[in-house]
């Protein structure tokens, strides 16, 4: 459900996962929805200090409690706070059933305190797994407001190419909006065609025709969305991936957030495409990828 009404952060005591808590308990703290931070303990850790009697559970749960205290705004939102022995995947698609989570929110680069940015980390993982939606939160992403909101979020970015699974996500995108008190821009990327110079002519034709029919589709999608807020609709010609990533880079007076659809685990192709995962690499904002229901 977006909002939501329970949002699970996943923390490993990295930068980055810091980032994601931040995020997610300022959307808690907006919406109203309880908070819980998980992680993960390594089995092999938990073994070599169980065979040595170090009480590793209350040595975690400190260092867990001083880590959410040490996050603005994470100790106002007052999460309760779940540790797990298991891989981090596991223990986040798990905690997240067990809490019926509407939304995981974890940080993009990986969860692992490595450089890798999605592609092998726990946050592929997760996003490959997780049977709810995913808010990906890029290391360097920071709230401009200075209260314990999100109120300087917007607008919501919603990508449509006509899937049933995209426009679920831009339903999701208006109820987003509508929590946060912004806009939603749906915004379908007309791919270019490489051709040779003495085809461009023919090819601009083509395009032109396409941005056409995607506008009209676009105010045909626009007609069934819930009036929840402003909808705006824009057609864009180019990579794919790099305008999505444009399109929801930080702007001077608002932090704006793209929202993606995908289908559910255990569905063909439910994993994330190749176009969703360019697009976590290169976004600067921060990347809801919405399950589709």
Known sequence: MIPPRTILAAVDFSEPSRTALAAAARLALHTGAALHVVFAEHPLLAEAARQAHIDLAADTAAELDGFIAATMPAASAAPARHVATGSPVDVIVTTAGELKADLIVVGSHGMSGTARLVFGSTTEGVLRRAPVPILVTPAAWSANCTANDLLDTGPIVAA?????????????????????????????????IAVPGRYQPHADVLLRDRETEARSQLESVRQTLPRLARVITVVKTGDVPAELAAAAEDSTCARQMLVLGRRPPGQRDGAP?????????????????????
């Not at 995209?166 to 912004?182: K, N, Q």
């Not at 976590?280 to 904002?285: F, V, Y």
């Open 273 to 293: 495409g190749a176009t969703a995962y360019r697009v976590l690499m290169l976004s600067q904002s921060p990347v809801l990828v919405h399950v589709a229901g």
């Open 160 to 192: 449509i190419d006509f899937s049933p699974e995209s426009i679920a996500a831009a339903h999701a995108a208006c109820g987003l909006a509508s929590a946060l008190g912004t806009t939603v821009t749906l915004l379908h990327v007309v791919a270019a």
